[in-house]
T-cell receptor, first 108, second 113 residues
Framework: QKEVEQNSGPLSVPEGAIASLNCTYS??????FFWYRQYSGKSPELIMF????GDKEDGRFTAQLNKASQYVSLLIRDSQPSDSATYLC????????FGKGTHLIIQP | EAGVAQSPRYKIIEKRQSVAFWCNPISGHATLYWYQQILGQGPKLLIQ????????DSQLPKDRFSAERLKGVDSTLKIQPAKLEDSAVYLC???????????FGQGTRLTVV
C-alpha cells in the first residue's frame, strides 16, 4: 500500500512569515512529486512539481525533495491571507497518491 | 487550452438509486484518474486509465462502482446502487502521461439521502 503522510494541522502562520509544509512517502520507487492547493469547496489546484533531489523555486514557493529520506516539503515565503487553504502532497509511482492534506491558516 | 470538464456539478439521489458522472479530459492527455474525496480527507484514487485501458482499479468497490473510457477520451463513472457512505466529491483529473502533472476538473458533489 502506497502511503503519503502529512500533518493535518491546522498550521497557523503570521502574515509575512514563512510557512513550512512537510510530507513523507512510503514507496521508494516514486518518481514525481506534487503540491496542490485546495480552497474550501473547490478542486485541487497544482502549484508545484519536482522530479529531482534538491530545491525548486517558483515565485514565493519552494519545493524541496530528499529521496533518500523519502521527504518532500513546501515553503511559502511572505505568506499572505490568500494562502490560507489545505495543501495536498501527491506522489506518483505510475499512479498518483495523495496525502490527507495540511490545513494552513495565515493570520493577518 | 480548455481544462478538464466534469458534469453534473451537483447530484442528490436516494440510497439504492444509480448515478453516473462524466469527464472530458484535457485534449491529448493519455492518463485519466477518478478520485473520491470525502470531507476533510485527501483524494482517494478509484481508478486510473492509460488511454482506454485500466492501469489501477484496486480501490474501486467493484460490486457497485464501474467506470469506462471509450476511445481513450471521455470517461464515465457509475454507482449502482448508491449507499449513504458514497456521499462525497468525485474528482476527475488528467495528465499528459503517467508521472507528469495532473489537472483536476471542478468535481461532482454527490449527496445520497
Amino acid at each position: 500500500q502506497k502511503e503519503v503522510e502529512q500533518n493535518s494541522g491546522p498550521l497557523s502562520v503570521p502574515e509575512g512569515a514563512i510557512a513550512s509544509l512537510n510530507c513523507t512517502y512510503s514507496d521508494r520507487g516514486s518518481q514525481s512529486f506534487f503540491w496542490y492547493r485546495q480552497y474550501s469547496g473547490k478542486s485541487p489546484e497544482l502549484i508545484m512539481f519536482i522530479y529531482s533531489n534538491g530545491d525548486k523555486e517558483d515565485g514565493r514557493f519552494t519545493a524541496q525533495l530528499n529521496k533518500a529520506s523519502q521527504y518532500v516539503s513546501l515553503l511559502i515565503r511572505d505568506s499572505q491571507p490568500s494562502d490560507s487553504a489545505t495543501y495536498l502532497c501527491a506522489v506518483s509511482a505510475d499512479g498518483l497518491t495523495f496525502g490527507k492534506g495540511t490545513h494552513l491558516i495565515i493570520q493577518p | 487550452e480548455a481544462g478538464v470538464a466534469q458534469s453534473p456539478r451537483y447530484k442528490i439521489i436516494e440510497k439504492r438509486q444509480s448515478v453516473a458522472f462524466w469527464c472530458n479530459p484535457i485534449s491529448g492527455h493519455a492518463t485519466l484518474y477518478w478520485y473520491q474525496q470525502i470531507l476533510g480527507q485527501g483524494p482517494k484514487l478509484l481508478i486510473q486509465f492509460q488511454n482506454n485501458g485500466v492501469v489501477d482499479d484496486s480501490q474501486l468497490p467493484k460490486d457497485r462502482f464501474s467506470a469506462e473510457r471509450l476511445k481513450g477520451v471521455d470517461s464515465t463513472l457509475k454507482i449502482q446502487p448508491a449507499k449513504l457512505e458514497d456521499s462525497a466529491v468525485y474528482l476527475c483529473a488528467s495528465s499528459l502521461m503517467v508521472n507528469t502533472e495532473a489537472f483536476f476538473g471542478q468535481g461532482t458533489r454527490l449527496t445520497v439521502v
